[in-house]
């Protein structure tokens, strides 16, 4: 994390511009390097500065969470978005689909028969244009069918006349300190087993989409042809915490002022208290999290607690206690909800220099 520029209001998140380009480029060529696409997710940071500078570094395309994040990523000359979550299209979303298509080539995410026929009967002879991509659950079990249930789903959809292009899963459960290697080998051996009987029964199954940021830099193309990593461009303290980002990687942190301190007794705990609460963070905190964030200038300490505009810091007995005043940079345990809470970030550069980046899918939620 760099150093915070003089004279700002807090709290403020800040972009290390440095080694958010350093992320974005050592992803890129991991990826390209195990002969596999690349296709970020860009839920995670929102901003077109982000999405060009990944789409330059040679991603396929980008993945999105909603419509209208899609929209605003066309709209500014993404070319190839996937949706990747199960969508139910209603009128609306209908509508905004077919402006999609004609500004981008999309692909969307489905789990059911259901929502396949909703899809043909929303969008009517225009269904045929969409890349349908049959999420599979592969051990996280949020959404997602069973590789035989993949089957029906696309049967059901070559019926009604549209394509299905392809499978994907987001293996979830990778997001714990021993769960990496399992979701791995979960994710490739059920991929694997839905493509199978996918093409056995005639289907052309050209993407084989998987990778969440544990797992990306970890695949390769034995299975998958692609990975939707988000948060690597960041890290956050739940990544460093899972052992796969490196502090010295992380490139956004949330700038604060400490505005009370207290040395602590016998009874009661040596403290700071920041001005950035769960309205600057976010309050994600899973349970083998070590507390709510982390601090960059003394990773030894705990974010003990959060209320709406303000953060308890446990302070370490060896080390200094920080001054009233004294601005630290506080790392988020989920960056993807810390972006989402604000309008703009402030970009930093290796000479000093700083710009306001728009956060502009910021609460596209449908």
């Known amino acids: 994390m760099g150093i915070i520029p003089a004279g700002i209001n807090t709290p403020q998140i800040i972009v290390d511009v440095a080694k958010l380009q350093q992320n974005i480029d050592r992803v890129a060529h991991r990826v390209a390097s195990q002969g596999l696409k690349l296709r970020p997710h860009a839920k995670t940071h929102k901003m077109h500065e982000i999405a060009e500078r990944q789409m330059n570094a040679g991603a396929a395309g980008l993945t999105v969470a909603t ?84 089957v029906e789903i696309a049967e059901a959809a070559r019926a009604l006349g549209m394509r299905v292009h392809g499978i994907f899963t987001f293996p979830g459960h990778s997001y714990s300190p021993d769960g ?15 493509a199978f009987l996918l093409r056995e029964a005639g289907h052309k199954i050209k993407r084989i989409s998987g990778g969440s940021t544990p ?67 976010g309050a994600d905190r899973p349970a083998w999290a070590t507390g709510y964030g982390r601090i960059a200038e003394c990773p030894e300490a705990r974010i003990s607690a959060l209320s709406e505009h303000h953060a308890t810091v446990l302070w370490p007995e060896d080390q200094p206690l920080p001054a009233h005043g004294q601005q630290l940079q506080v790392i988020p345990n989920h960056v993807c909800v810390a972006v989402n809470l604000v309008d703009t970030v402030l970009a930093v550069h290796e000479d000093g220099t700083s710009e306001e980046w728009d956060v502009a899918a910021r609460g596209l939620n449908f």
Not at 70 to 82: D, E, P, S, T
Not at 103 to 126: F, H, N, P, Y
Not at 180 to 194: F, Y
């Open 67 to 150: 419509v209208g994040e899609a929209l605003a990523f066309a709209l500014h000359g993404v070319a190839k978005i996937f949706i990747a979550y199960p969508l139910w299209v209603n009128e609306s979303q209908a509508e905004r689909i077919m402006e999609l298509m004609r500004r981008a080539k999309l692909s969307i995410g489905t789990d059911s028969v259901e929502a396949v026929q909703q899809m043909a009967k929303m969008l009517g002879e225009k269904a045929s244009k969409v890349k349908l991509i049959i999420e599979i659950d592969s051990g996280h079990h949020r959404s997602g069918t069973s590789p035989q249930g993949a």
């Open 180 to 194: 990496i290697d399992a979701a791995l080998n979960d994710e490739h051996k059920t991929l694997a087993e839905a």
């Open 215 to 281: 797992t990306a830099e970890l695949s390769d193309n034995s299975v998958l042809t692609e990975v939707r990593p988000g948060v690597y461009v960041f890290g956050d303290a739940q990544q460093f915490e899972l052992g796969r980002v490196r502090w010295e990687d992380i490139s956004l942190s949330v700038a604060s002022t400490v505005i009370s301190r207290h040395e602590g007794d016998a009874q009661i705990p040596r403290r700071i208290v920041l001005d950035a609460g769960s309205k600057m963070l």
